[in-house]
């Protein structure tokens, strides 16, 4: 892959001098827009335009169904990933969601859309997304040079906001101007797009599994037995059972994540029942959200404390955060409140990644992250349908009401770890981290998400 000639000590941008890379995560920002459009636009057609009465529980359905693929889908994804081309599997899923959006936008468009098929599409669309995303984070190696590849990871990762954040500010105005049929068709645009530029990229050819990584110092040396056998797996409790520390966190969060995930339902009543509000609103809110996650996610690491001090510390500002539209209805107060909730979410993103990628032996590594993304992301589903149905019973405000409460525990239990903890992980991970040192501008955002 061609390297662009610049002066001496001085770069051009990741996405320029790895233009294969540029491309395909391009694509990625499409496809990851396009699904977040779709969900914040039905969601807020569900509340505003359809449902009378149940419109929490509708909303709250569509969220889980498209979260739900990424949780149960994770071995098939994995087998998929490990077996397949991966520009052909990155292709084929841009292509799937483009075709199924080109029908919803039809039918929608030639006869009334019942929601049923609302509620497949969205399922659809999140299965196609599922396959896209860790496709394109194992694909990195492939399309980046080897000094490229834990920033490519740390931008690729980060910059997912940004997809979030254009798609969270179109879908709802789309809906209110076009209806489904346009909100479809745009998303139809953004997944063909996307398809059609991992098309024109040429991947290079994966590195042999058993094997040293391309372009290391192991390529030229001669093997030895130790050098190619297999390294013994382990499975994710014995990982976890070795780092208790790191344990301990990801309960944390994953009881966290149970109230914090929630706002994707919580917002779109609440501007409904509350603000009466129409889709600019909702688009408003969605963006304020997505913009404080991006502002966190790049300013994260220069947080300074202990990754528990300010994990703990973000989430009692979030439990303060959500409260905030509980007691305030004015809709610039909510805004800023949410933009606060999502620099939190971005800062406990990276700090903990980071934490995550010094704490856990390399061996373990994928396996852990595989499915610290699955347990993570298993309270989207429960926490959309459990609000969901709330919000058709209780007052939104009292929605957000609870949601702070709930993470008060979580904000405690994190502060007070035990010491030991720590220490026990730092001495299980040293033998096999030592030489690494992953710095905290490569990591990923939304350890929280």
Same mark, same amino acid.
């Given at each position: 892959?061609?390297?662009?000639?610049?002066?001496?000590?001085?770069?051009?941008?990741?996405?320029?001098?790895?233009?294969?890379?540029?491309? &395909?995560?391009?694509?990625?920002?499409?496809?990851?827009?396009?699904? %977040?459009?779709?969900?914040?636009?039905?969601?807020?057609?569900?509340?505003?335009?359809?449902?009378?009465?149940?419109?929490?529980?509708?909303?709250? !359905?569509?969220?889980?169904?498209?979260?739900?693929?990424?949780? $149960?889908?994770?071995?098939?994804?994995?087998?998929?990933?490990?077996? @397949?081309?991966? @520009?052909?599997?990155?292709?084929?899923?841009?292509?799937?969601?483009?075709?199924?959006? $080109? &029908?919803?936008?039809?039918?929608?468009?030639?006869?009334?859309?019942?929601?049923?098929?609302?509620?497949?599409?969205?399922? *659809?669309?999140?299965?196609?997304?599922?396959?896209?995303?860790?496709?394109?984070?194992?694909?990195?190696?492939?399309?980046?040079?080897?000094?490229?590849?834990?920033?490519?990871?740390?931008?690729?990762?980060?910059?997912?906001?940004?997809?979030?954040?254009?798609?969270?500010?179109?879908?709802?105005?789309?809906?209110?101007?076009?209806?489904?049929?346009?909100?479809?068709?745009?998303?139809?645009?953004?997944?063909?797009?996307?398809?059609?530029?991992?098309?024109?990229?040429?991947?290079?050819?994966? *590195?042999?599994?058993?094997?040293?990584?391309?372009?290391?110092?192991?390529?030229?040396?001669?093997?030895?037995?130790?050098?190619?056998?297999?390294?013994?797996? %382990?499975?994710?409790?014995?990982?976890?059972?070795?780092? /208790?520390?790191?344990?301990?966190?990801?309960?944390?969060?994953?009881?966290?994540?149970?109230?914090?995930?929630?706002?994707?339902?919580? !917002?779109?009543?609440?501007?409904?029942?509350?603000?009466?509000?129409?889709?600019?609103?909702?688009?408003?809110?969605?963006?304020?959200?997505?913009?404080?996650?991006?502002?966190?996610?790049?300013?994260?690491? @220069?947080?300074?404390?202990?990754?528990?001090?300010?994990?703990?510390?973000?989430?009692?500002?979030? *439990?303060?955060?959500?409260? &905030?539209?509980?007691?305030?209805?004015?809709? /610039?107060?909510?805004?800023?409140?949410?933009?606060?909730?999502?620099?939190?979410?971005?800062?406990?993103?990276?700090?903990?990644?980071?934490?995550?990628? %010094?704490?856990?032996?390399?061996?373990?590594?994928?396996?852990?992250? *595989?499915?610290?993304?699955?347990?993570?992301?298993?309270?989207?589903?429960?926490?959309?349908?459990?609000?969901?149905?709330?919000?058709?019973?209780?007052?939104?405000?009292?929605?957000?009401?609870?949601? $702070?409460?709930?993470? &008060?525990?979580?904000?405690?239990?994190?502060?007070?770890? #035990? @010491?030991?903890?720590?220490?026990?992980?730092?001495?299980?991970? %040293?033998?096999?981290?030592? #030489?690494?040192?992953? #710095?905290?501008?490569?990591?990923?955002?939304?350890?929280?998400?």
């Amino acid at each position: 892959m061609s390297t662009p000639t610049v002066a001496p000590g001085r770069r051009p941008p990741l996405v320029l001098r790895n233009r294969a890379f540029g491309t &395909v995560w391009l694509g990625q920002v499409f496809t990851q827009a396009g699904t %977040r459009m779709f969900q914040v636009g039905t969601s807020w057609w569900l509340i505003g335009h359809v449902a009378s009465g149940d419109g929490g529980f509708a909303a709250g !359905m569509l969220m889980a169904l498209s979260t739900l693929p990424a949780v $149960a889908l994770a071995p098939l994804v994995a087998r998929a990933i490990a077996r @397949r081309s991966h @520009r052909s599997l990155l292709r084929g899923a841009a292509a799937g969601a483009g075709t199924v959006a $080109a &029908v919803l936008a039809g039918w929608a468009a030639a006869s009334d859309l019942p929601v049923v098929a609302i509620y497949a599409a969205a399922l *659809a669309l999140a299965t196609c997304q599922a396959f896209f995303d860790p496709c394109l984070t194992t694909s990195v190696p492939e399309l980046v040079d080897d000094e490229d590849i834990e920033a490519a990871t740390g931008f690729e990762l980060s910059t997912q906001s940004l997809a979030s954040l254009g798609g969270a500010l179109l879908g709802a105005l789309v809906v209110d101007a076009a209806g489904v049929a346009g909100l479809a068709a745009g998303c139809a645009v953004a997944y063909g797009t996307a398809a059609v530029l991992i098309t024109t990229v040429r991947f290079r050819a994966p *590195a042999p599994a058993e094997g040293p990584s391309v372009g290391s110092d192991a390529d030229t040396a001669p093997e030895s037995p130790a050098d190619t056998a297999p390294a013994p797996r %382990r499975t994710l409790r014995r990982i976890l059972g070795r780092l /208790p520390y790191v344990r301990a966190i990801l309960l944390c969060f994953t009881a966290a994540n149970l109230f914090t995930t929630a706002v994707f339902v919580v !917002m779109p009543l609440y501007t409904a029942k509350v603000l009466h509000g129409d889709g600019a609103t909702v688009s408003l809110l969605e963006a304020s959200l997505g913009l404080g996650t991006l502002i966190g996610s790049f300013t994260g690491a @220069r947080v300074p404390g202990r990754p528990t001090a300010v994990g703990s510390a973000c989430l009692g500002a979030m *439990a303060v955060a959500l409260a &905030v539209p509980g007691l305030i209805a004015a809709w /610039p107060v909510i805004a800023g409140a949410l933009l606060v909730t999502g620099w939190c979410v971005g800062v406990i993103g990276v700090r903990f990644v980071a934490l995550f990628q %010094r704490l856990v032996p390399a061996a373990d590594k994928p396996a852990f992250f *595989a499915v610290m993304q699955a347990v993570l992301g298993a309270t989207f589903p429960v926490a959309s349908l459990l609000f969901g149905l709330l919000g058709d019973h209780l007052s939104a405000r009292t929605l957000c009401l609870i949601q $702070a409460a709930g993470l &008060v525990p979580a904000a405690l239990a994190l502060l007070l770890l #035990p @010491r030991r903890y720590r220490t026990a992980d730092a001495a299980a991970a %040293r033998p096999a981290d030592a #030489p690494e040192a992953a #710095p905290a501008s490569a990591t990923p955002a939304g350890g929280t998400r």
